[in-house]
């Protein structure tokens, strides 16, 4: 009796002993996100329109690193121009949590969001009137917001900086122009060269080439990649235009108010120095180990309700549940 009580002891101290320890190594394993420029943390985001509830984002998890120059696309009402809006510091989600470096987007009061929105973040809309003021010129509109957050010191300094980034945008020669006297490209890309006048560690665009002709928006993707390069300067971009979404390096789907796939391009050098690029297409697994299926795949294996999940070695496997058909199966 006493070898049974003690060898009972004995496995409870074990029990007890393994549990510490993966509590300490859970403590001790980094922040979700940690070192990432832009974090969301199953954020949700609801709208309350004639007293109907509208989940516009349902618990979306994401991640995007210092330097990356991505794309985020979805169909209309997608959640993406919303998450747009948090990240810029134009709303405010309803749950969860999202920070951009290091500024936690839920805590900010408005002197701390003012802040935020004149030195971290730049922002492109769609409509070229809503980036530019028509009385000013091209450099004064990139000088207007260096004063206003007072980062850059002096007339001169500005002006220079000014002038820099008007050159890098390749519209230089428009310094001197009000935007009515600038095609929707030229206009676009001074544009970029305001969002970017303050230093910013993240530039965002909505549809940034939404109202441009083709080559015009070929230029417009080739300044934010030019500020990219060069400036180091992360780059999100909200954008049905699929050759944009197929420039970067990846490609975030959004679908129903979470992420719902992504496409990551790698670029490989031969021995004999040809370049190809690799599209690999991956769906998104989140913090709660959600994912969404592809509805093409739902479709061509009728799936509906539910499905069976079988571990393997190496793999899930995913099997549609049709009852009706193993009834017939065993029968």
């Given at each position: 009796m006493s070898q049974d009580t003690s060898g009972t002891a004995e496995r409870d101290r074990v029990t007890l002993a393994e549990l510490e320890r993966r509590i300490t190594k859970g403590r001790e394993q980094p922040a979700y996100g940690h070192g990432a420029l832009?974090?969301?943390?199953?954020?949700?985001?609801?709208?309350?329109?004639?007293?109907?509830?509208?989940?516009?984002?349902?618990?979306?998890?994401?991640l995007v690193q210092q330097g990356e120059l991505m794309a985020l696309v979805g169909a209309s009402g997608s959640g993406k121009s919303t998450l747009l809006g948090i990240l810029?510091?134009?709303?405010?989600?309803?749950a969860g949590a999202a920070s951009v470096a290091?500024?936690?987007?839920?805590?900010?009061?408005?002197g701390a969001r003012l802040r935020y929105q004149r030195e971290v973040v730049g922002f492109v809309w769609q409509q070229t009137s809503r980036n530019l003021l028509p009385y000013l010129t091209a450099l004064q509109n990139v000088v207007l917001p260096m004063g206003l957050a007072g980062r850059v010191k002096g007339r001169q300094a500005r002006a220079?900086?000014?002038?820099?980034?008007?050159?890098l945008m390749g519209v230089g020669y428009c310094a001197d122009r009000r935007p009515?006297?600038?095609?929707?490209?030229e206009q676009q890309r001074t544009a970029i060269a305001v969002a970017l006048?303050?230093?910013?560690?993240?530039v965002l665009a909505d549809e940034p080439t939404g109202q441009l002709d083709s080559a015009s928006a070929a230029q417009v993707f080739d300044a934010f990649r030019t500020a990219n390069e060069q400036l180091g300067t992360t780059i999100v971009v909200v954008t049905h235009d699929q050759a944009v979404a197929s420039a970067v390096d990846r490609t975030v789907a959004i679908r129903d108010g979470r992420t719902a796939s992504e496409v990551i391009r790698r670029t490989s050098v031969d021995d004999e120095g040809r370049t190809t690029v690799h599209a690999s297409e991956y769906a998104t697994v989140d913090r709660s180990g959600r994912l969404q299926l592809p509805r093409d795949f739902t479709r061509a294996l009728d799936i509906r309700d539910r499905v069976m999940l079988e571990l393997e070695p190496d793999h899930i496997a995913l099997r549609p549940d049709h009852p009706e058909q193993d009834g017939q199966a065993n029968r």
């Open positions: 832009i974090v969301c943390d199953r954020l949700v985001r609801i709208f309350t329109a004639q007293g109907v509830e509208v989940q516009a984002l349902q618990g979306l998890d994401l810029a510091g134009l709303d405010m989600p309803t290091g500024f936690d987007l839920l805590a900010l009061d408005s220079d900086r000014a002038g820099e980034l008007l050159d009515q006297q600038m095609s929707g490209g006048a303050n230093h910013p560690s993240l």
